[in-house]
């Protein structure tokens, strides 16, 4: 996969510090769950990995998870502005506002992430098909397999 296919044109990338892919995944739903994030900087270098394990949690639990661990890491590191790329419609949308966080188990990582949003004078997120963010899905099977050995 060439660059240009993961990343925004040059331009639009330069505004933001860092761009994070976030991934969330639960074998089974609920099941083995984990998340996993790729942060590259405005050249579109690796500067971290983050990934974890969850336990048993849903799919849409790992993916909010994902984006925690990625506004957390810039928060900590005092970024100022970034740009999350993610595969799951439903958190985006959510974080966009355009739809209600029902879930009981989601609303408080809802919660807590809309909490960090304001520490970033620039903050966006953005939906992408999963062909796109193949390394950060690639961070929660990592994980995955680890844990099924």
Not at 42 to 65: I, K, M, P, R
Not at 98 to 103: E, L, Q, R, W
Request: hydrophobic share 35%.
């Amino acid at each position: 996969m060439t660059q240009s296919s993961l990343f925004p044109s040059k331009s639009a990338q330069s505004q933001y510090e860092i761009i994070c892919h976030i991934d969330g995944g639960a074998r089974g739903n609920p099941g083995p769950s984990a998340y996993g994030v790729v942060v590259r900087n405005a050249q579109g270098t690796v500067v971290a990995e983050l990934s974890d394990y969850l336990g048993l949690q849903t799919n849409n639990y790992a993916e909010y998870h994902g984006l925690l661990a990625a506004l957390e890491y810039a928060a900590q590191a005092q970024y100022q502005s970034i740009k999350i790329y993610s595969d799951s419609e439903l958190l985006v949308r959510q974080m966009q506002g355009k739809y209600k966080v029902s879930s009981p188990s989601l609303k408080p990582l809802y919660d807590k992430a809309r909490l960090l949003v304001p520490k970033f004078h620039v903050f966006s997120i953005e939906h992408v098909l999963r062909e796109k963010n193949k390394d950060a899905d690639r961070l929660v099977n990592k994980v995955l397999d680890s844990r099924a050995r």
